[in-house]
Structures are given as structure tokens and as C-alpha cells.
């Protein structure tokens, strides 16, 4: 785990512009309200949170249209990309998922998957966006009753992944769920066996969540196909 200092100093200069974002975001409604919050979670975290997103996007999104999937869909992709590595870096420095960057990616990822099924017309892919960010955000729900579970920031990000997955399709929503556990739980292994955590150590989630969603959209029928062949 990373600590929250690293190489992104949040200076005098970042100040006086979130100020000045906040300002604007009291003139300029809730849009410039959820700006400001969303910058000011980034912002100490500038520096790394740009070098993640500079690799994320192009390999989800040249991933994504390698494996099949709608070129109509590319701009959800740069979406969740883009939010995802700010929310990977911000949770693994913080143990952090901040309803300023997730909770208004519900309302533009609605529109974009909406225009995805308008450009490359398939019939269930909205009801299984629909049913699959409810499916993974109540199943993520449930685990975060259990004590010393989930957060309710991970129920939250279910709810986004489970959407563009399911609108992907079943097998992506699939082997995108479990592969976050089984990145998560090799993760868990490796830091408790070279000493470096122990039983009581929190390890974000998150990022964890994120690379296995695009794991199941880039390869999710292949995988889940080969399981079937080999049960």
C-alpha cells in the first residue's frame, strides 16, 4: 500500500484554484458544486492519478474493441477509465472511494450506456445494465453487513461496474466479479506472506474491483467459455 504523501503535493497554487472552483460552483448550480467536490478528492493526488489514467484508457478501451465490443461503447469506457484510475489512487492511498467521483458517475454513465445501445441497437443490454448493477450492488451490500467486510464505498462502485458489465454481457458481469476477488485474495496472500500485512490490515478494495471489471469485459466470454468446457 501507498502512502497518501508521495510525489503529488497539494500546493499553494491548487489551493487558490479549488477556491476558485468552489466559487464557481456556488454560482453555477450543482454541476459546478460536484465539480469542485470532484476536483478537490483528485487534486493531491494529480500527479499519479494522470500517469494511471495515460495508460488505463487507451488499454481498456483498445481491449474492449479488440474483444468484440461496440465501438459505441468506447465512450463509457473512457468514462469508467478515466474515473476509475482517480478512484484506484485514491483508494489505495486513502482507503477512500469518494461519493464526489463515484455518485455523479451514476447519472452520466446511465446517459452513455444509453447512447451505446441507441448507435449499436441490442435489445437487453439496458435491462442487463439495469439487473446487474442492482445484482452486484445488493450482493456487495450484503458483504459489507458482514463485520470486517466490505466498505460501503465498494457497494457504491458495484453498482457502476455491475452496470457497464452487465450491459456488456452475463459472462463479462461473471468473470468480472470473480475476478476482483481472486486479484484481491492473490494480493492479500502475497503481502502476508512476504510479511508486509497481517490478519488485521486493511487492503483497499477498489482497485482491485476495477481491474477485475475490465478483465471480464475483455475477456469474459473466453474465460467463462473455457470454465464450461473444463467443468
Do not use: N, Q
Not at 69 to 97: C, E, Y
Amino acid at each position: 500500500m501507498t502512502s497518501a504523501g508521495g510525489g503529488d503535493r497539494w500546493t499553494a497554487a491548487d489551493e487558490d484554484a479549488a477556491r476558485g472552483v468552489r466559487a464557481g460552483g456556488r454560482s453555477g448550480g450543482r454541476a459546478g458544486r460536484a465539480w469542485s467536490r470532484a476536483r478537490a478528492e483528485v487534486g493531491p493526488h494529480r500527479r499519479t492519478v494522470l500517469a494511471v489514467t495515460s495508460v488505463a484508457v487507451p488499454v481498456a478501451v483498445a481491449g474492449t474493441l479488440a474483444a468484440g465490443l461496440p465501438v459505441g461503447l468506447a465512450p463509457a469506457t473512457v468514462h469508467l477509465a478515466v474515473v476509475g484510475s482517480a478512484l484506484a489512487v485514491i483508494d489505495a492511498r486513502t482507503h477512500r472511494l469518494p461519493d464526489a467521483l463515484v455518485l455523479p458517475s451514476y447519472p452520466v454513465l446511465a446517459l452513455l450506456l444509453g447512447a451505446a445501445s441507441f448507435l449499436a441497437p441490442d435489445a437487453g443490454a439496458l435491462v442487463r445494465a439495469l439487473v446487474g448493477g442492482l445484482t452486484l450492488c445488493c450482493a456487495y451490500f450484503a458483504m459489507a453487513l458482514v463485520p470486517a467486510g466490505l466498505g460501503f464505498g465498494d457497494v457504491k462502485l458495484a453498482g457502476l461496474l455491475g452496470a457497464y458489465l452487465g450491459w456488456c454481457g452475463w459472462p463479462e458481469l461473471a468473470v468480472g466479479t470473480f475476478a476482483a476477488f481472486v486479484l484481491g485474495g492473490t494480493a492479500a496472500v502475497a503481502l502476508l506472506a512476504t510479511r508486509r500485512a497481517d490478519r488485521r490490515t486493511a487492503i483497499p478494495f477498489g482497485p482491485f474491483m476495477l481491474v477485475g471489471a475490465l478483465v471480464g469485459a475483455v475477456h469474459g466470454p473466453g474465460v467463462l467459455g473455457e470454465a464450461l468446457l473444463l467443468g
